[in-house]
């Protein structure tokens, strides 16, 4: 028989757990494949007892969407915080645009499972949502949003808080478009593999570097022109 977690700190271990073993069903299954029941014969558990933390499983996978954005955010900012402060000495500072983009490809590079969940965050996770489950998930992003393009109008002027909201947002477009021509099948990669389809096979970190930074310069030279 499974014990039943008792108390604040097992209860946020146990969700914890969830969240770490359905990151890694979905590393190797499609969001569809995976069954409440597959996760909890993974972490032997009753099947009811995930429900005591999460009302679905698209619930349960938006947390750990919100875990990995809110990691990826703390990573990116912290890696421009370091280079800002190693550039403090000179004439100018280290932080560019090339510098952000480049750290931003790298981080959401480095663990795909988050580029994956943006992918279907708004075509399948936040669609079987209840209306009030759903907008609350979106004002919780929202604000995720609002801080983040903060923090980058700090460190790369004269980008303005709204431009920086509007580079991430337009950015999780870019990530979901280059997730489905990276993220395929052993027979569409069979298929780009096959002699002049090379324009077909798109490395997910150099693609999404280059978008970035055509996203970023280009949203900084049309504010120059406001």
């Known amino acids: 028989m499974v014990k039943r977690a008792n108390g604040e700190l097992e209860k946020s271990e146990r969700r914890s757990e969830i969240l770490a073993r359905a990151d890694e069903l979905f590393r190797d299954r499609a969001f569809d494949e995976i069954k409440m029941t597959d996760l909890a ?22 947390a750990l969407l919100v875990d990995r954005l809110d990691a990826a955010f703390g990573t990116l ?3 421009i915080e370091s280079a800002k402060t190693a550039g403090s000495d000179a004439l100018s500072p280290r932080v560019t645009v090339e510098s952000v983009a480049s750290g931003t490809a790298a981080v959401l590079a480095a663990d795909l499972t988050l580029p994956r969940l943006l992918a279907i965050m708004h075509t399948v996770l936040e669609s079987r949502l209840p209306f009030e489950e759903a907008a609350a998930f979106k004002r919780r992003l929202a604000a995720s949003l609002h801080d983040a393009g903060a923090h980058l109008a700090q460190v790369l002027p004269p980008l303005s808080e709204e ?6 947002l337009y950015l999780y477009a870019q990530v979901v478009g280059l997730v489905s021509l990276t993220d395929i099948s052993p027979f569409m990669k069979r298929i780009c593999a096959e ?3 090379e324009m077909f096979r798109f490395d997910f970190r150099e693609s999404l570097q280059e978008s970035a930074r055509a996203l970023l310069a280009g949203i900084l030279k049309e ?3 406001g």
Do not use: V
Request: proline fraction near 5%.
């Open 163 to 168: 431009e920086g909201r509007r580079y991430f």
């Open 77 to 79: 900012f912290s890696e």
């Open 195 to 197: 002699p002049g389809l």
């Open 41 to 62: 014969q993974a972490l032997a558990l009753a099947k009811g007892t995930l429900y005591l933390y999460f009302p679905s499983k698209e619930s349960l996978f938006l």
């Open 223 to 225: 504010g120059d022109k």
